[in-house]
């Protein structure tokens, strides 16, 4: 596959990430394109001229990045992205159109204020797309069910190391003091016992702390000095 793009392009580095988290990124030949050069061969495989531009391995082309990444996401076998139907895609749909949106917005404001002359610029028009990446930014809300329905085969490494060691310190060989061996191994007799927490309690006296050597004495009411 063949990835038209520009470094410059926010979409662009969205489909580098999701190509990332899908282990597809070896698999993409990063072709850079300028999109302003008159010159361009760009409109042969977008004619919106426009980049991401995926070219697929038999000569067909997907833009623009909402579709690139879904294509992305339905070559791997772990945890979707984009679930395939249920009210999980239409959250993920949601999210994704709220992201793009800031995007748009962000480059329609960087475009106002550095591609047009100071005389030339319209301030309302910049406060309203800085409104909408405000707006937008605040009411973000992730997908907290995205990684926790995930198989620890399907996570990443460090989170199924995690698992990993988690369902080891909770397993035991029954033996006196709860020796922790790893599942599956046999525990020498040298192991070390799992030693049992003790509580604590709240409602122990403490002792008065003994005066220091340096401490002044403690006169009473009626031994204070009075000062005149």
């Keep these: ?12 580095r ?3 990430v999701c190509a990332i988290e899908f282990g597809l990124a070896e698999r993409i030949e990063r072709i850079p394109t300028d999109t ?6 760009l409109a ?23 579709v690139i990444c879904e294509y992305l996401d339905s070559l791997h076998d772990g945890a979707k992205i984009f679930p395939p139907a249920g009210p999980e895609r239409w959250t993920a749909l949601r ?6 949106g800031i995007l748009d917005a962000a480059i329609l404001c960087m475009l ?13 028009w910049i406060d309203k797309q800085t409104g909408k990446v405000t707006r937008a930014s605040t009411s973000w809300r992730p997908r907290p069910r995205l990684w926790r329905d995930r198989s620890p085969s399907a996570r990443s490494p460090s989170a199924a190391r ?39 309690r709240r409602n122990r006296r403490q002792a008065p702390r003994p005066p220091a050597p ?12 009075k000062h005149r």
């Design 14 to 16: 969205k489909v580098s």
């Design 36 to 41: 302003l050069d008159p010159k361009t061969d």
């Design 95 to 100: 999210q994704q159109a709220l992201g793009d």
């Design 112 to 124: 106002e204020t550095l591609r047009r002359p100071e005389a030339l610029r319209w301030r309302g």
């Design 162 to 200: 995690s698992d990993t060691w988690t369902s080891v310190s909770r397993t035991t060989n029954g033996a006196p003091g709860g020796v922790i061996s790893r599942p599956g191994t046999k525990t020498s007799p040298g192991a070390r016992p799992c030693r049992q927490p003790t509580r604590r």
């Design 1 to 12: 596959m063949q990835l038209r793009y520009s470094p410059t392009s926010p979409y662009v």
């Design 44 to 66: 042969e495989h977008n004619p919106l001229v426009k980049v991401p531009a995926l070219v697929l391995e038999d000569g067909e082309v997907l833009y623009d990045s909402p």
């Design 214 to 225: 340096h401490d002044p004495p403690r006169l009473g009411r009626s031994r204070q000095p």
